[in-house]
């Protein structure tokens, strides 16, 4: 601890401008990529690295690090965020405002700015027994009004929010790994993508592109791991021909922050549906009344709309539809082992064989309840008329059990010879079939189909309402 003597250890809060021999201890909340730059001077190159540093709940503040670029680079191997730093001899500075200051380095509270400089200034990693009291500022957002942008309005009107900055609660629903993207001026730079969701959509996508982030966010787990994210900015997307949100220099994500709000989404994440499936099996037997469903389509019209939007990103509300169409069983397989299926009742996942639900995400699993094991229908069916046929269509739990006329446990005792009646009653007759489509999207490369309710049909009805094309 050299470096300490003859320093004074001061809080953030209470230093200024000009002050000499300081030694600030707190922790690293953000980190940024790191830069060489060329000394106009004498042409040498200099590294640069800034981060976001804090020793209390009020006061944060940013750093520069200047030195040759090994020094940089060792700095950056060795300081992350979440390590807890003593910084000794810093030149402490009014920060500059209104400059690209503002547009590239996070918002922060202190009126100063940090500076540390190979050679004269020093920073360490903190190991005294108070380095854990600084490890609570980790969770605390820097804002205190969360003023947060639902997903569901990123989804569905991001474009019109091109340029600027937003914030985000969101929980994690899939972290992608890391791609190596070759720049136009030939540079080769990491990026990886978390998808993100909250209780008002899900499937939105965030592009990381620093590095310290890019490495964070392998530890962040699906459905468990939530993120407020402050400034955020919104960036047009020419492949995906939308704007994405997009983690720059300025944002400050608080993992697991430690705010009211973040509790109820951590509630709702843990069980929320999320898989194509686990959404339209959710969303089809929230259909209270399927008569409502009253648009004829034919299945050409079906598949145009459930295709047409694969490179959009959509919100919730547009990336479902409903339609009734009269059309034939073409394909109905009732001897297949998986059309009935065993289900843990408290997480509603497939269990396959067994006597336990295997789900790491479920109370069953985690020990905390009894395993209750239901039977129900999971059936795929053919639906076709004169334009196509819809394939795969699901045909699930009790909108089954209404088209069958009988329940999943009554099927499982039925005899081979009474199932084939059963399928022969539905086969190739002219139904009339309430479906729900989950339309292809960005994120779901295909779309889904579920059959809500579907009755034989009279030849009189098919013929009035039947649609030409
Ligand atoms: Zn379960």
């Known amino acids: 601890m050299a470096a300490h003597i003859g320093v004074r250890r001061m809080a953030l809060a209470d230093v200024c401008p000009g002050l000499e021999d300081t030694l600030l201890i707190g922790i690293i909340i953000g980190s ?27 006061d944060f503040v940013n750093v520069t690090v200047w030195g040759t670029p090994a020094y940089i680079d060792s700095c950056t191997d060795k300081f992350h965020v979440g390590d807890v730093v003593s910084i000794t001899n810093a030149k402490i500075a009014f ?38 009291s600084f490890m609570h500022l980790l969770h605390i957002p820097t ?7 639902p997903v569901r309005d990123i989804n569905s009107n991001g474009n019109v929010m091109q340029g600027n900055f937003v914030n985000l609660l969101v929980a994690v629903q899939n972290v992608q790994r890391v791609r190596q993207i070759k720049m136009q001026d030939g540079r080769q730079v990491e990026c990886r993508e978390v998808t993100v969701f909250d209780c008002t959509g899900s499937g939105l996508s965030l592009q990381l592109w620093e590095k310290e982030l890019i490495y964070q966010a392998s530890q962040w787990k699906s459905r468990e791991t939530i993120l407020y994210a402050v400034d955020i900015r919104m960036k047009w997307n020419n492949f995906r021909n939308s704007c994405i949100p997009t983690v720059t220099s300025k944002t400050i994500i608080t993992v697991d922050p430690q705010v009211p709000d973040a509790e109820c989404l951590r509630v709702y994440a843990h069980a929320a549906p999320l898989q194509a499936t686990a959404i339209i099996d959710y969303l089809a037997s929230n259909i209270v009344d399927a008569g409502t469903i009253r648009n004829v389509l034919s299945v050409r019209a079906v598949l145009s709309r459930a295709w047409a939007d694969l490179n959009k990103t959509m919100s919730d509300d547009e990336q479902q539809f409903t339609a009734l169409i009269y059309a034939a069983v073409t394909h109905l397989d009732l001897h297949h082992e998986n059309v009935v299926v065993t289900k843990c009742t408290s997480c509603n996942k497939m269990v396959s064989g ?11 699993e ?23 046929t819809l394939k795969n269509c699901r045909l699930t ?6 088209v069958l006329g009988c329940t999943a446990p009554q099927f499982d005792s039925m005899s081979s010879d009474q199932k084939i009646l059963l399928k022969w009653n539905l086969l190739l007759e002219h139904c009339a079939a309430r479906i729900l489509v989950l339309k292809a999207s960005h994120e779901r490369r295909q779309p889904y189909i579920s059959l809500v309710s579907c009755n034989i049909a009279d030849l009189a009805e098919v013929a009035s309402r039947l649609p030409v094309l």
């Open 95 to 132: 920060r500059v405002t209104g400059g690209s200051e503002d547009t590239f380095r996070p918002e922060v509270s202190s009126p100063f700015q940090l500076t540390l400089t190979e050679g004269s200034s020093e920073m360490q990693h903190h190991d005294l027994p108070d380095a854990p």
């Open 143 to 149: 804002r205190q009004s969360l003023d947060t942008v």
């Open 397 to 402: 739990a009790d909108a089954a059990e209404l």
């Open 366 to 388: 985690q020990g905390s309840e009894m395993f209750v094991p239901l039977r129900v229908f999971n059936i795929r069916i053919n639906l076709s008329d004169h334009t196509g």
């Open 32 to 58: 940024q990529n790191s830069r060489t730059v060329t000394i106009r001077k004498d042409l040498s190159l200099r590294g640069v690295w800034n981060f976001t540093f804090r020793d209390s709940e009020a």
């Open 354 to 364: 067994g006597n336990s639900c295997v789900n790491p995400e479920c109370a069953v």
